[in-house]
């Protein structure tokens, strides 16, 4: 991918002449379309409430100077099969048709929306399709939102590779919604009828959680569905003799996957790229939270199971990598 700047600080004046103010009151505003603080669909990313949380002293630049062609293209570069999913897609927070199929008699549209704003600590969330039927019209549309939050305009590395803050903030976005789009992307091939959003990313993403669910990948996909059984075990949540336990352990297993091949593949597109250890530490956590809240009585068991299961997803991660890294020699 090309690079339009050198390494180079950012300077003092080019912070301070940023219009800058309170997060909390641009939100007030800007959000107001989505109450996606309390979503009425669920975003697959979406860990708990406290991964929302903001910071009082936080400021935030006014995003409007990046250049929405120019993001596209980044994506382009990278990906025709995410370029085409936002390609007519506007970054304004409203919904666009980006496909529609027709099959056994109904029509299938899927929609997206894209919105830019800072919202707190996530950099992104993808979320899962609401699904609007018309039995009058035949019609069943899926509808996807994607919030991308550029907060780490700051971040060092990023600065020292690229000093001009549009040039920075047009990449930081299009990292982020590349790997949100990756999200919308085997979310469309897993729901419209078969055949109709296979798309090369969703295919290969089949394949890989094929090999994490195979028996070569044993003992690492047993610790790790085992850990995730322990804290559903834990939460007080679930009664004792429910079945979303077992229904909620494969679905956190396939959404472990998801973000590794997720992350992985924005890394391979964009650079700065995550280590395994810190995937794990953080989506091992993410993954707890997501199972249920932490039993006060059983904090120090439920802290120790979060630490096995980011040691053991570790080890998952590093055997998937090893197997791609296999395939790609051959």
């Given at each position: ?92 927070g409203k919904y666009y048709r980006v496909k529609s199929v027709h099959s056994g008699g109904w029509e ?75 999200h919308v992307l085997i979310f469309l091939g897993k729901t419209l009828p078969s055949g109709f959003g ?133």
């Amino acid at each position: 991918m090309k690079q339009g700047t050198g390494a180079k600080k950012a300077s003092q004046k080019e912070k301070v002449d940023l219009h800058v103010h309170s997060i909390r009151g641009k939100l007030s505003s800007a959000a107001s379309p989505f109450p996606y603080l309390v979503p009425a669909f669920a975003p697959v990313s979406f860990p708990a409430s406290e991964y929302l949380f903001f910071s009082p002293g936080l400021l935030q630049l006014d995003l409007n100077i990046y250049r929405e062609p120019m993001i596209k293209m980044l994506i382009k570069e990278q990906s025709e099969d995410l370029y085409r999913l936002i390609k007519k897609v506007h970054f304004d927070g409203k919904y666009y048709r980006v496909k529609s199929v027709h099959s056994g008699g109904w029509e299938h549209c899927w929609e997206l929306a894209v919105r830019i704003q800072f919202f707190g600590k996530l950099q992104g969330l993808a979320f899962e399709p609401k699904r609007v039927v018309s039995g009058k019209d035949k019609k069943i549309i899926y509808r996807s939102l994607i919030l991308v939050n550029p907060h780490e305009l700051w971040d060092e590395e990023l600065v020292e590779r690229l000093w001009n803050l549009q040039e920075r903030i047009e990449f930081l976005i299009a990292k982020i919604l590349f790997h949100e789009c990756i999200h919308v992307l085997i979310f469309l091939g897993k729901t419209l009828p078969s055949g109709f959003g296979q798309t090369d990313i969703f295919l290969e993403f089949r394949e890989i959680l094929d090999f994490a669910n195979s028996k070569k990948l044993c003992p690492e996909s047993c610790g790790v569905k085992s850990h995730l059984q322990n804290l559903a075990d834990l939460s007080p949540d679930f009664p004792e003799s429910s079945g979303e336990k077992l229904d909620k352990v494969p679905e956190l297993y396939e959404f472990l996957i998801h973000e590794k091949y997720s992350i992985k593949k924005t890394d391979q597109a964009f650079g700065l790229s995550w280590s395994n250890r810190k995937v794990s530490r953080n989506y091992a956590k993410m993954a707890a939270l997501k199972m249920g809240s932490c039993p006060g009585s059983s904090k120090k068991d439920w802290e120790k199971e979060v630490i096995r299961l980011h040691r053991d997803l570790k080890e998952l991660y590093d055997r998937i990598d090893d197997k791609q890294g296999s395939a790609e020699g051959c």
